[in-house]
């Protein structure tokens, strides 16, 4: 009953467009299309959560690269990403498009609102002109106090190291190939589903989550 649907989950999936990303272009957008879809299918399992989606890609230089995608839409409205969304090419500014896409989202979230950031990349900062590491982490430190979840997901290089850099406790590594890529997406699904019944479970939104892997090891490459 709408009357009951009173948990909103906002998921914010922050995607690497850098050239590097080319290799696995088209396993990339598949498996962002099919994590919108596990969404979705979240929302119709525990009708008493509202799950928003918003996805902000970034190539190129500095916030000039970053760009939101879908921006805070109810699941059951969401279109699935396109060729025409998602175009790699350029460098990796991430601490600009981690710094926009947070505190963009800040703004749309309450108190006691669910908040689930995914950051996937295959490569490493080299591009950003606005935020540095340190006040990424300082974000993301900031965020988390407020029970926010953080996961990262890399490759090319060891996804734990950095994230801990970040401030994030969640990481896994993936291999940057089209078969890595449909692997890692698949534990991805898993682990969103996880985070969605473990919030229905306890019949009230989470606080920071720090096994969001669950049985997946932050330590092993997909």
């Given at each position: 009953m709408e009357e009951n649907k009173t948990m909103k989950i906002y998921n914010l999936i922050i995607l690497d467009e850098s050239g590097s990303m080319s290799s696995i272009y088209n396993h990339a957008l598949s498996g962002?299309?099919?994590?919108?879809?596990?969404?979705?299918?979240?929302?119709?399992?525990?009708?008493?959560?509202?799950?928003?989606?918003?996805?902000?890609?970034?190539?190129?230089?500095?916030?000039?690269?970053?760009?939101?995608?879908?921006?805070?839409?109810?699941?059951?409205?969401?279109?699935?990403?396109?060729?025409?969304?998602?175009?790699?090419?350029?460098?990796?500014?991430?601490?600009?498009?981690?710094?926009?896409?947070?505190?963009?989202?800040?703004?749309?979230?309450?108190?006691?609102?669910?908040v689930l950031v995914t950051i996937i990349t295959d490569g490493m900062e080299n591009s950003s002109r606005e935020y540095s590491g340190r006040a990424v982490k300082d974000l993301v430190a900031m965020q988390r106090k407020k029970g926010w979840t953080f996961a990262y997901i890399g490759a090319n290089q060891d996804a734990v190291e950095v994230a801990r850099d970040l401030n994030i406790q969640n990481a896994m590594n993936y291999d940057a190939t089209p078969e890595g890529m449909v692997c890692m997406s698949m534990k991805f699904s898993r682990a969103q589903a996880g985070f969605a019944k473990r919030i229905h479970l306890c019949e009230s939104v989470m606080a920071d989550v720090h096994d969001f892997f669950s049985e997946e090891s932050g330590e092993e490459t997909v």
């Open positions: 962002i299309n099919e994590t919108i879809n596990g969404i979705r299918q979240s929302q119709e399992k525990y009708p008493e959560q509202e799950h928003f989606v918003s996805i902000v890609t970034f190539e190129g230089n500095g916030m000039d690269g970053v760009k939101t995608r879908r921006d805070g839409i109810p699941v059951g409205d969401v279109k699935d990403l396109t060729k025409k969304d998602y175009q790699p090419g350029g460098c990796t500014p991430l601490y600009d498009a981690m710094g926009k896409a947070i505190s963009e989202l800040d703004c749309k979230v309450e108190s006691g609102d669910g």
